[in-house]
């Protein structure tokens, strides 16, 4: 969703051949050659952008190939690899020995790190040695003797936990299955990795741990992967010891009306797609499309009749072709965020589609009353405000895929933008802790400006995203967005730590695009 110049997309193509290239030669064998030296020489001073290319190519690989890389990082200590080794650090699906090893490398050449991933690894490596102790000595007890530290592994972040479960695997193999299986259930992003973590063994007693796991989930989409999972066990040759408990057949009677809905992440323009299906015989669904705004309303809408299976196929579409990761709402609740946004369109004097007005009786009205936004349903206020330490980790959000496009629009913000570099262009001699206490109090000013005439709006913004972050299984994440949003009524804005980063982060954004392009237009200059 950022905005890219035709200068950054080359750049952006330049680096990405120069990644798949390096990884090429590393797969070879080429590591000692003058040609991967000069291929990392190409990466330096854009580590901004290589990071999250890099993760995107890595994440592929296994785990002796990443190995392999903080290997060469060590032996040949080349700021090269300074990106690469950033990349490993945030990978979710590698084990903490992994990261942690990437985080140290990054610090012996001089750089920082993030403190707060540091610290949460370190945290989740001290709660390994404490799982495996215990796995250990319990025997039959493992349920009770483990407990505690399950909830204390509920407090780690999503991605932290994922990379325990992987080093916890790589550690003790089939003897972790027993702790797995206690573990499942508690968030369900990590569920779907203990599946492929479990396949990837390979043994008899990953397809007995699958069985016992299928036996105990009602979940349609863990249960989908659960069999899946048998399924590519089988085909190498590896059943369950024992035959699955068969559930009693019961006959289902399918409603006379069927009626679904689903609704997209927020990106950071504020858009987001609802859909809302509802039988309609005899071709099976109308199926109405809204993308609505929440700072325009409705801006387009479709409804037509399709088939069920057609359906699903434009579900895979959205997902597939347009980037959008869908979560199955209360169909009421669709209605509810129609009619919010019909509201939204009256109060900014946006027209509505003509077709949304023509379907607006179809729609109809929510069938329950929401006082307040559906997230408070599953995650109440007082049980966050509880929680102290959330606002200050609201940081850890950046540490979420999602949130890594997060900007605020130029149009929005760029007073703040002038005012910053100005300050920064600035004649007057400031000894370089004045120069940096004087940039971070305009950036509070920014903050505190911008965030207090946006309440309603980003308070909203958050509320929904921690809906579509609960549904998918994040609730750490989730938890930290309620957070923020509540915070946003009763604190300065510039003292909510994920509000002041996300100012800072567009601020330097745009700054830096505006150096480049500048830079870009210099360099076409032909003296005479």
Known sequence: MNPITEGDSRRKKSLSKAVDEILKLIAEGEESSALLQEKLSLLKGDSSRLIPLIEQRIARLKGERIQKI?????????????????????????????????????????????????????????LLQRLKAALEKAGKNLSRSISPLMKQLSSLTTEVQLSLAVQLVEDKGTASFPLLCLWWGRNREVDRALIELIVGVGERDSADALQKLEEKTSNKELLKLLKRGLFKLKTRGISPTKEPKRK????????????????????????RLLMLARSAPPTGLRVCQAIVYDNYGIKQFHCSEMSRRTFRDVLRQVKEEDNLSMVELEP??????????????????????????????WIGKPKKKYKLPLIYGYLPPKAIRGEDELIPRSKELWQHGEFNIWLL???????????????????????????????????????????????????????????????????????????????MEEREPSSIPFLFQLMERSIEFYQKQKEEKRKEDTSLIIPP
């Open 70 to 126: 903080l290997i060469l990082a060590e032996t040949m200590g080349d700021p090269g690899f300074s990106p690469f080794l950033a990349a490993i650090g945030r990978l979710k699906l590698v084990g903490l020995d992994t990261r942690i090893k990437a985080l140290h490398l990054i610090e012996q050449q001089g750089e920082k790190v993030d403190e707060e991933l540091k610290s949460q690894l370190a945290a989740g490596k001290e």
């Open 409 to 487: 629009s130029l149009e929005e913000i760029k007073e703040y933008v002038e005012e910053i570099e100005e300050a920064k262009r600035s004649r007057i001699i400031l000894a370089d802790h004045q120069k940096e206490f004087r940039l971070t109090s305009l950036l509070s000013e920014a903050t505190n400006s911008f965030f207090s005439s946006q309440k309603n709006r980003y308070k909203r913004r958050l509320e929904e995203v921690a809906l579509w972050l609960f549904l998918r299984g994040n609730e750490q994440e989730a938890k930290l967005c309620v957070a923020v949003a509540l915070a």
């Open 248 to 271: 009693p057949y019961r006959l289902k009677l399918q409603p006379s009306v069927m009626e679904v809905a689903y609704g997209s992440q927020i990106v950071p323009s504020g858009g």
């Open 332 to 361: 009421s609740y669709c209605q509810f965020l129609l009619e919010e946004s019909y509201q939204l369109n009256i109060q900014t004097h946006n027209s509505a589609p003509a077709e949304y007005l023509q379907w607006k009786g």
